[in-house]
């Protein structure tokens, strides 16, 4: 009798197919990933990611990762996690709000940041949606571990260029040297920008639209902690995520400073408004004085001088009517 079940399949990728199964001898519902069996040499290549995949998950105990129970040559036997997936609940429910999307954003960090701060540093290089389980309890899991390397300090670059179009870092296909945390921080900015906008992160144009036009309900520090994460040359980026935990925690002092010193400029515009208004009385008041002091002391001089004026031209008409006849 065969151990587990095939209960439905979970998804596929480039190397190996996952399935949910039970283990016939616990009951228990496990997560299991299989070669995909390709012939000849691809089938090595599946092979040994796999077994980097579990030397890798080993490595690894954080309950936000799902811990590896089996391994052999062609498949690795993991703890299920129940749930959705991010990107299926993007596509189900549509895009997050900024605050679901922080609290998602500032947990996923801490993962990171564990894998980042090991003896050995985990790049797990292929952060996004489609590996980020949303659980019953509202907690995240970070699945699939395919793509992840050990970081080696004073490698000149990577042995494999791997990542997701879209969501990967310049670095990881342009042989700008091994990814580090940075290559990480990167993948992460984008799946933040695609958890609150559902944008295609394919479409660099719409990317850089969102990021410079900004999102309805989402905040201006919001979009600065993404546009601080996707720099292409990784020298702008954060950091670490230690860096972008401590931006998340701000957020809120940083949005009511923001809102303060808005109020203040409204504040001080509309006393510069009333100043200019008041001066324009004050000036109008002295304009009116002035005309009315030339009413009471002009206007009769004015009226004299017409006066002599009409006298003359009347005396000048009757002379040269005179002198005609």
């Known amino acids: 009798m065969l151990r587990y079940r ?31 069996q390709a012939e000849g040499k691809a089938d090595e290549i599946e092979k040994k990611n796999m077994a980097s995949e ?9 309950g936000a990762v799902p811990k590896l ?17 991010l990107e299926k609940v993007l596509l189900t429910r549509g895009v ?23 003896r050995q540093p985990i790049i797990y290089r292929d952060l996004k949606p489609a590996n980020v389980v949303l659980k019953p309890d509202g907690h995240i899991c970070l699945i699939d571990f395919g793509a992840a390397r050990v970081f080696e300090r004073g490698e000149l670059e990577d ?9 990967a870092a310049p670095e990881q296909f342009g042989n700008l ?19 609150i906008s559902g944008v295609d992160t394919k479409d660099m144009d719409q990317v850089m639209s969102y990021k410079k036009n900004g999102i309805k309900g989402v905040s201006r520090e919001v979009l600065g902690i993404i546009d601080k994460c996707t720099r292409a040359d990784r020298e702008d980026r954060f950091k670490s995520f230690a860096e972008i935990q401590s931006s998340l925690t701000e957020l809120p002092k940083k949005k ?11 504040t001080a515009a509309a006393a510069l408004f009333s100043v200019v208004i008041s001066g324009g009385i004050l000036k109008a008041e002295e304009i009116k004085s ?36």
């Open 96 to 118: 997050f709000s900024e605050k679901e999307a922080v609290r998602i954003a500032y947990e996923l960090s801490g993962i990171m940041r564990y894998l980042h701060g090991l």
């Open 177 to 195: 040297g091994q990814t580090d945390p940075r290559t990480d921080i990167y993948c992460f900015g984008m799946t933040l920008l695609q958890l």
């Open 69 to 85: 129970y089996e391994k052999s040559a062609e498949e690795i036997v993991l703890e299920y996690v129940p749930g959705n997936s």
């Open 256 to 266: 009511r400073l923001r809102r303060i010193l808005q109020g203040i400029k409204l």
């Open 159 to 167: 042995t494999l260029n791997l990542g997701t179009l879209g969501f």
């Open 6 to 36: 095939i209960i439905r399949p979970l998804g596929s990728g480039g190397n190996c197919n996952a399935f949910l199964e039970k283990d016939t001898r616990s009951g228990q519902l496990v997560t299991i990933k299989r070669c995909k």
């Open 54 to 62: 579990a030397r890798i998950l080993n490595m690894i105990d954080h």
């Open 290 to 325: 002035l005309a009315a002091n030339d009413m009471s002391v002009r206007m009769p001089v004015v009226r004299q001088r017409f006066g002599y004026a009409r006298s003359w031209i009347e005396e000048f008409v009757s002379r040269e009517v005179l002198e005609k006849e």
